[in-house]
């Protein structure tokens, strides 16, 4: 990626939940600015989505992960390697931010005995792999696949490239068996908050506090049960309003409102208590942060 750009561009790569479907599965987006990729969360399919959306793996600059149910990790491996294989000089992977255990879990997929190295290691050393390499133009010997990963709780930073800023808020979801945390960026002078899995709670209004775009998971029109762990309709609405942002993204629905008329519903709903402007998300919608 190249030259600089006026406002962050939000790609929508997955939409969905852990349930199967066609249209909408797994849970990821880009955010493109300043001539570099960050992306938050890396669900089924995402690498192969990435492409149909016109991005690339190899573009990527971070990854930021909410916390580690599959739906938001399950294609990391994937992206990890669709990245490092075109390189030819020294690698330089993709920064790895999220909450424990992301150091351990990526270090299982990619790592020296993990389930991915002798893959890597064929890639790297046999005859055959490095003959394609060498017709492609790289020199031998191969790059090594390297990781850069920082574990990162509530209420911290880490860095970015350049020109972008990070912090963290707590995300109530399924603690203490998972950790799960939201995020922060700021860019070419605008703010984007992404809640990942959470339920309605202060700490994430907190954190979205005067956003430009909240991107806020939507399961389902509350009431959802008793204790869901996961926010619907009013909590989404809640904490778009009581934060003021000006934008908001519904993202992880379920299928009671993923359907033609369910989204208009939840919408509706929505917008009982938010009266900004309102992005039902899907698979490829692009917003620009402007």
């Given at each position: ?29 880009a ?10 969360d890396c ?5 192969y ?6 991005l690339?793996?190899t573009?990527?600059s ?12 399950a294609?990391v ?11 030819f ?15 351990r ?6 790592g020296?005995?993990g389930?991915?190295?002798p893959d890597i ?5 046999s ?32 860095p970015?490239?350049e ?8 995300a109530?979801h ?6 799960s ?8 002078g ?23 775009l909240?991107?806020?998971m939507?399961?389902d029109v ?26 908001v ?9 993923s ?10 709903e ?13 698979e ?7």
């Amino acid at each position: 990626m190249t030259g600089q750009q006026a406002a962050p561009v939000i790609t929508m790569i997955g939409t969905g939940a852990p349930r199967l479907s066609r249209e909408r599965y797994g849970s990821s987006l880009a955010i493109e600015a300043n001539g570099d990729l960050v992306m938050m969360d890396c669900g089924p399919a995402t690498t192969y989505k990435m492409l149909q959306q016109g991005l690339s793996p190899t573009d990527v600059s971070a990854l930021l992960i909410t916390h580690h149910h599959y739906d938001h990790t399950a294609d990391v491996a994937n992206m990890l390697l669709a990245h490092w294989e075109p390189s030819f000089k020294d690698y330089e992977p993709p920064r790895v931010i999220g909450p424990q255990p992301t150091a351990r879990f990526v270090d299982l997929l990619v790592g020296p005995e993990g389930a991915f190295r002798p893959d890597i290691d064929s890639r790297r050393l046999s005859p055959q792999s490095q003959f394609l390499f060498e017709r492609r133009g790289g020199t031998l010997p191969r790059p090594e696949l390297v990781t850069n990963v920082t574990e990162i709780e509530a209420r911290q930073s880490a860095p970015l490239p350049e020109g972008w800023d990070m912090w963290t808020g707590h995300a109530q979801h399924v603690q203490p068996y998972l950790d799960s945390i939201a995020y922060r960026v700021e860019v070419a002078g605008k703010s984007i908050v992404f809640t990942g899995d959470t339920e309605y709670c202060p700490e994430i209004i907190e954190l979205a506090d005067g956003a430009d775009l909240l991107i806020t998971m939507c399961c389902d029109v509350e009431p959802i049960g008793a204790k869901p762990a996961q926010m619907g309709t009013e909590g989404a609405a809640r904490i778009a309003a009581e934060a003021n942002v000006k934008k908001v993204i519904l993202t992880h629905s379920g299928p009671n409102i993923s359907y033609p008329g369910g989204q208009e519903r939840a919408v509706g709903e929505v917008a009982k208590m938010y009266d900004g402007e309102i992005f039902f998300a899907f698979e490829g919608l692009k917003v620009t942060v402007d």
